[in-house]
């Protein structure tokens, strides 16, 4: 079983229109946990990165909200653009393994 | 600042053949972490160093790889012999941390290789 789970898979929008990304978790404990924003062709690229005790972050546009009792974080996009468009992957740095654990990222797609 | 430098973009060769992949971390940081992703696993770390040490190669799939820096400024990732499996895009990524402290890890644009 994936310790960090992503959904939707993928999703198309309309430009203009917000969305909500979402990640569970089963891994703990961890000290901090990140999206990153990965375009097409390009590497990954860190939007937030929130201590387990911190609840939310913004960065711009983009505000992602840390649930430590469900395990649950979710990346939201206010007045989505079409640069927008691109795979988001949520992260966990774990201290037991000193790793990082990569979810399976969901693909949005942001339509004219 | 150039941000992670790799190289090269693209490397398309033959079954057997030996590929290198090269990378320039950002000036600074002493952790430098490769990573392979594909459509089927995602992102893998294969290993990673600091300070020029390699800390964890648990993630490096066979002997057929291997992975050196012989200095801050430079690492490289080799695979021989290649095969169509190890098809992938490989990224390098360098942090001021290996991530406890939340610096974040600034990935190159990857090299995406092609095993035939």
């Known amino acids: 079983k994936n310790q960090v789970e992503q959904s939707p898979q993928s999703l198309i929008i309309l430009e203009g229109k917000n969305c909500t990304l979402q990640c569970n978790y089963t891994v703990s404990p961890f000290s901090n946990l990140r999206w990153y924003k990965q375009d097409t062709g390009r590497g990954p690229v860190s939007l937030t990165i929130?201590?387990?005790?911190?609840n939310t972050k913004s960065n711009g546009r983009y505000t992602a909200t840390l649930d430590a009792d469900t395990k649950q974080s979710s990346l939201h996009i206010t007045a989505s653009q079409l640069s927008d468009s691109a795979s988001y992957i949520c992260v966990l740095w774990m201290d037991s393994s000193y790793k990082l654990i990569f979810g399976s990222g969901t693909r949005l797609l942001v339509r004219p | 600042d150039a941000g992670v430098i790799q190289s090269p973009r693209h490397e398309v060769t033959e079954m057997g053949q030996e590929v290198t992949l090269r990378c320039k971390p950002i000036?600074?940081?002493?952790?430098l972490f490769w990573y392979r992703q594909t459509m089927m696993r995602g992102l893998e770390l294969l290993i990673y160093f600091n300070n020029n040490v390699p800390i964890d190669d648990s993630g490096m799939p066979e002997d057929r790889f291997s992975a050196k820096m012989p200095n801050a400024s430079f690492s490289t990732l080799k695979i021989q012999p290649s095969e169509p499996r190890d098809s992938a895009v490989y990224f390098c990524?360098?942090?001021?941390?290996?991530?406890?402290?939340?610096?974040?890890?600034?990935f190159g644009n990857g090299t995406r290789l092609t095993v035939t």
């Open positions: 000036s600074g940081h002493d952790y």
């Open positions: 929130m201590t387990f005790s911190e």
């Open positions: 990524a360098s942090s001021l941390s290996a991530g406890r402290t939340g610096s974040p890890l600034h």
